[in-house]
């Protein structure tokens, strides 16, 4: 579990790359029709922050990495100008899959045929 000084320094982190993504002028980052920043998981010695994405729409998934990865040295320099840490994490991005996880459980849910409650309390004999 992460100390409360880092988890206040990732949320910083995700606020301010949150903001500064939508900056990126690169198309390969600006293909979904909405990337969020879910999380971000920054090392004890501040030198590399882990940051997961969720996307939604069709998004080819190596071409924005590859658009993340080209672009993070100005992320990163951004980051260092807007927060004041004693080292600016270098940036690794990873892609978070666990809304599209959660809707295709509820979508299995959905489709199970259970019968309802008939709300009644008969004993069974």
């Known amino acids: ?21 939508r900056q990126v002028k690169d198309p390969r980052v600006n293909q979904g029709e909405l990337i969020s920043i879910v999380r971000a998981d920054t090392t004890g010695d501040l030198r590399y922050c882990k940051v997961y994405l969720s996307t939604l729409g069709d998004v080819n998934e190596k071409e924005l990495k590859k658009g993340l990865r080209s672009c993070s040295g100005w992320l990163r320099h951004e980051l260092g100008s807007s927060l004041s840490l004693r080292y600016t994490p270098e940036l690794i991005f990873e892609l978070d899959r666990s809304i599209e996880h959660g809707a295709r459980i509820n979508e299995m849910i959905a489709r199970l045929d ?12």
């Not at 409360?4 to 949150?18: P, T």
């Not at 008939?118 to 004999?125: H, I, L, N, V, Y």
Request: charged share 30%.
């Open 1 to 21: 579990m992460a100390s409360n000084h880092i988890q206040r320094i990732n949320e910083d982190i995700r606020m301010c790359l949150s903001e500064k993504l």
């Open 114 to 125: 259970i019968p309802s409650d008939s709300g009644g309390s008969e004993e069974e004999t």
